[in-house]
Structure formats: C-alpha cells, structure tokens
C-alpha cells in the first residue's frame, strides 16, 4: 500500500474520506476494500481513494451491477491478422473485483490463430479448453529458458507462471475457445513482440539490432510493422 499519510485500513473499512489521496496497490481484501468506479462522469476529489489504479466508490452507492458482468457467451471477433481475441473481465470490466485478487478472460481463436508470447507481470494464469486444442506453454526465466509446451484438447488445464513468457496457438482445423483465471483483479499484460518492436518511441535500432542478432534495416522493417492487441 502507498499512501501520502500513516494510515490503518481494517478489513472491515471500505475507506476514509478526511484522508489525502490513498494509494493501495496489494491484491488482499484485508488490507484495502473497495469496488472501483469505471464512470467517465466521476468528479476525482482530493480525497478520492486510488485502488490499483481505480477509484473506489462510496460503499453505500453500490448495487449489484457493480459485481456482474454479461457477455461472455459470445464470441470475440478473431477476424485479425493474429487470428484470436481475448475478452477480459477484471477490475476494469467488472468493479466489484477490485481487491480480490481475481479475474478471468475468454479467449477465442480461429483455426491456426495465436495468442502471441506475452507475459502478465502482477498474475499467474490457469488455462482450460473448452472447446479445440491448443497448443500452449511458457519459458522459465535465464539462465534456463527452458520451454514447458503441452497440446491441450477439451477439459485440458494448464498453468502459466506469474511474469514467464507464454502463448497459446490453435493447433487444429476448427475454432477453438478457452477460458483463463488469474491470480489478481489487474493482471496486466506485456506482449512481447508488442513491447520490443511497437514501443513508441521507437526502441534506438543500434539496441534491437545488437539484442537480436539482426542488421538494422531488419529491425527497421519489424519496427515498421502494425503491432495488434488481441485483449
């Protein structure tokens, strides 16, 4: 938790309004609860109350949308150049999870799309098939980098490590669909190609060329390239 003043939050406090800005960023419910406000409409206060990054809203103003989400029946649109769409739901999409230390996505993809090797630097991620197969895994960290990869087929579950590079690929001839769960209301997440060859700026060629074993006008090219988020 990050905070301008000392201040003690129990579980069974929501939050404090006499107090300066609040700046919680720990996953557990019993350090900082609140659900956030995703309203363009809010009027941020000097004592407005930043969880993960949200801003909690006044308990006593909660209703029950504020823990739902609907949707997640339909299918994303994989009509890309990646050939898959994720669909989240956390604390962006669904305010009652802020502080939890839970969300979810569906993931879909049409034959042969891919999830391309990302990461989620504040979760770790468990997998199922629901429908196809996919072909999946991670890279541990270095020295290692050692390749966990598994072809998973319907009921399959697989886990991906907190922070460790993964992907996910349909390795077969139809659709397939899995659904992924989270260890944190805001997981985030870095896609690697996305990352290095997308920054804006533009990452100085000299470093990219040198990292990747490339000549510069390679580099130059990649850089060129549209980078797509598939979430």
């Not at 006593?60 to 989240?88: C, H, Y």
Request: net charge neutral; charged share 15%; aromatic share 10%.
């Amino acid at each position: 938790m990050l905070m301008s003043v000392h201040l003690y939050i129990s579980s069974n406090t929501s939050f404090i309004l006499f107090y300066p800005r609040i700046h919680c960023t720990t996953p557990s419910a019993n350090s900082c609860t609140c659900h956030c406000i995703t309203s363009s409409t809010f009027l941020f206060t000097y004592a407005s109350v930043f969880v993960n990054g949200l801003v909690c809203e006044d308990p006593k103003l909660a209703k029950p949308e504020d823990f739902f989400f609907a949707g997640l029946n339909k299918p994303g649109n994989t009509s890309n150049p990646l050939g898959s769409m994720v669909t989240p739901v956390a604390a962006g999409q669904l305010p009652g999870l802020n502080t939890l230390g839970i969300s979810l996505a569906r993931i879909d993809f049409e034959p042969y799309g891919l999830n391309p090797p990302h990461t989620h630097p504040r979760a770790t991620e468990i997998l199922t098939v629901l429908e196809g197969s996919l072909y999946v895994g991670f890279v541990t960290s270095n020295p290692g980098n050692i390749l966990f990869a598994k072809v998973l087929r319907k009921g399959d579950v697989f886990v991906f490590p907190q922070g460790l590079v993964h992907f996910q690929l349909n390795s077969g001839e139809g659709d397939a669909v899995a659904i992924a769960a989270l260890s944190s209301q805001n997981p985030g997440v870095i896609t690697v190609a996305n990352a290095v060859f997308g920054a804006k700026p533009p990452i100085s060629d000299d470093v990219l060329a040198k990292a990747f074993k490339l000549d510069k006008k390679t580099v130059d090219w990649l850089q060129a390239q549209f980078w797509m988020d598939n979430n």
